[in-house]
């Protein structure tokens, strides 16, 4: 028996769903996962009157495909989808089956007004939490239009064909044998990179908001919702939703949960934000803010949304650690999220960068993959807290070099070493190794304001007690404000607070859409 006793309930309630019948076709070898893959796919069809098994030949041994009766839908899985793609696999059969996947109609039209032959394959490790995402939404595209098809690729099963096509970050996604993209895409990123997207000129001809977010992360959701509360017309603009709490794997200090996942919280937020009469503007990005009768925000495709008052969420980013060689090998050896990439490097030597809590947890979960983790910290000491600095020095496959400044990630093709300077002996040391995770701290996402509004000498939007800026109208609440602490809840505290400052701003400005005589000033 290949499932949980849990997930097994799990999964019998969802196959109650099977509209249509469906045909799980499997390739199959002599090797220990194409005997699981069957024992899983067997196990499914036992479940449900609706599934059958047809043993056939792919273009990948082992892999399975999900089909509908006498038609390929071209959703396939090279590997056996438990842990993470568990989900994908679950939405796979009932999409295949004919259920009706929970986009907005305009992006299922898109979708389907997609004409020409596109095969995706979607480089995948099961423990990857963004990886899902990737392939729920390019499985939905091939269910939806017969000239697409997917196929997900565990690395982990297909080690040769990840070797030699030099893939070292998941998820990573070709498109008819090419590179497509890799990180976290949302259908609605698919669609833009497909030339599919909306056009500025409908963004354009948009009404103008009372309160405009630009952010979707979790200060973004909240303004969104406390301003929608109060009856305002509301819209959020975000070039993903979500934000940097999608690559936090273990959440465990959002009070009254004792423990979730980033995505899980972010699907929570998505749900509740979708609640109520909130626009989302997904996949766009901001690129410009101008003060007129209205504040306009422009768009990076050239749009322009105008709002009588503005939000700016935008939360942060990992820093760069700004040495030659990190630009050139990224995704060829350096890479910034230890969960998601560190199965590719089983069995290799690594090195994190950063001493503070997500770089030496980094370091404990790639020490359990990898041969071994050299750790470097710029600083005499270790800024991570004890009970994680205990579980490091328990670990005997792991290195940590203090007053150690790097100054070179080296390689050919991929990362072949580090050269760092030994602040205590004054000497310039190399480690050679295979990947480089760069963990070193946030920078905020305030880049494309300039000179608009007022900031410190690290970019922190300053703001007030209500999350106001220097801007009559223009708010800021999160990790790109000079908040003293970067936490997932105190972003939601402030998103709360900046929306009812934008509130409290509204009902004492006159609209000037309307007639001043009209309004009411309290």
């Keep these: 028996m290949m499932l949980e006793a849990g997930i097994k309930a799990q999964l019998d309630q969802y196959l109650q769903l099977l509209e249509n019948d469906i045909v799980l076709k499997v390739s199959l070898g002599s090797d220990d996962v194409s ?19 047809e043993k056939t030949q792919l273009e990948r041994t ?4 999900v089909n509908r009766v006498g038609e390929d839908s071209g959703v396939a899985f090279a590997g056996i989808p438990l842990g993470h793609e568990f989900t994908s696999l679950v939405l796979a059969l009932l999409q295949v089956s004919g259920r009706a996947p929970k986009v907005d109609q305009s992006v299922i039209d898109q979708v389907k007004n997609i004409s020409g032959e596109y095969h995706f394959e979607t480089f995948v490790s099961l423990s990857c939490h963004n990886c899902p995402d990737v392939v729920q939404a390019l499985n939905m595209m091939s269910v939806l239009n017969p000239g697409i098809s997917h196929t997900m690729i565990d690395g982990a099963t297909n080690k040769d064909e990840v070797e030699s096509k030099n893939i070292m970050a998941v998820p990573t996604v070709h498109l008819n044998g090419e590179s497509f993209g890799s990180g976290r895409m949302t259908i609605e990123d698919i669609l833009s990179k497909l030339g599919s997207g909306p056009d500025a000129s409908e963004l354009s001809n948009k009404e103008p908001y009372d309160v405009l977010v ?60 979708k609640n109520y009469d909130i626009e989302i503007l997904n996949t ?34 990992w820093r760069n650690i700004g040495v030659p060689g990190e630009e050139e090998f990224k995704n060829k050896g350096v890479a910034y999220c230890a969960h998601c990439d560190g199965p590719l490097f089983e069995g290799k030597d690594v090195a994190v960068i950063g001493g503070g809590n997500s770089g030496i947890e980094a370091a404990i979960d790639l020490a359990g993959i990898v ?39 080296t390689g050919t093709d991929n990362v072949n070493g580090i050269s760092y300077y030994d602040r205590e002996t004054e000497e310039v040391k190399k480690v050679d190794l295979q990947g480089v995770f760069v963990q070193i701290g946030l920078v905020p996402n305030t880049d494309w304001l300039d000179d608009t509004v007022e900031r410190n000498k690290i970019g ?63």
């Design 284 to 317: 766009q990005r901001v690129s410009r803010l101008e003060k007129k009768d209205l504040f306009e925000v422009e768009l990076e495709n050239g749009a322009i949304l105008k709002s009588r008052s503005v939000i700016i969420s935008t939360g942060a980013r």
């Design 371 to 409: 041969n071994h983790v050299t750790v470097l910290e710029f600083a005499s000491e270790l800024k991570a807290d004890d009970v994680l600095q205990d579980r490091l020095n328990s670990l005997s496959n792991v290195t940590v070099k203090k007053n150690a400044q790097t100054l070179e990630i």
């Design 62 to 65: 082992p892999s399975f495909s």
């Design 460 to 522: 922190e939007i300053i703001v007030d007690k209500h999350g106001s800026t220097n801007i009559p109208g223009l708010f800021a609440a999160g990790d790109c404000t000079d908040s003293a602490y970067n936490q997932i809840i105190i972003s939601m505290g402030s998103g709360a607070t900046a929306a009812l400052g934008a509130f409290d701003y509204l009902i004492r400005t006159p609209d000037p859409n309307k007639n001043p005589s009209s309004e009411t000033v309290s």
């Design 214 to 273: 630009v952010g979707g992360g979790p200060s973004g959701a909240s303004a969104a919702i406390y301003a929608a509360r109060k009856g305002i017309r509301t819209g959020i603009v975000t070039d993903r939703f979500g934000g940097q709490v999608l690559d936090t794997m273990s959440i465990e200090n959002f009070i009254s949960v004792k423990q979730t996942e980033g995505p899980k919280l972010v699907a929570s937020l998505e749900e509740h934000v």
């Design 35 to 53: 005997k699981d893959m069957l024992a899983l796919v067997d196990e499914i069809a036992s479940m449900s009157s609706k599934i059958t098994v």
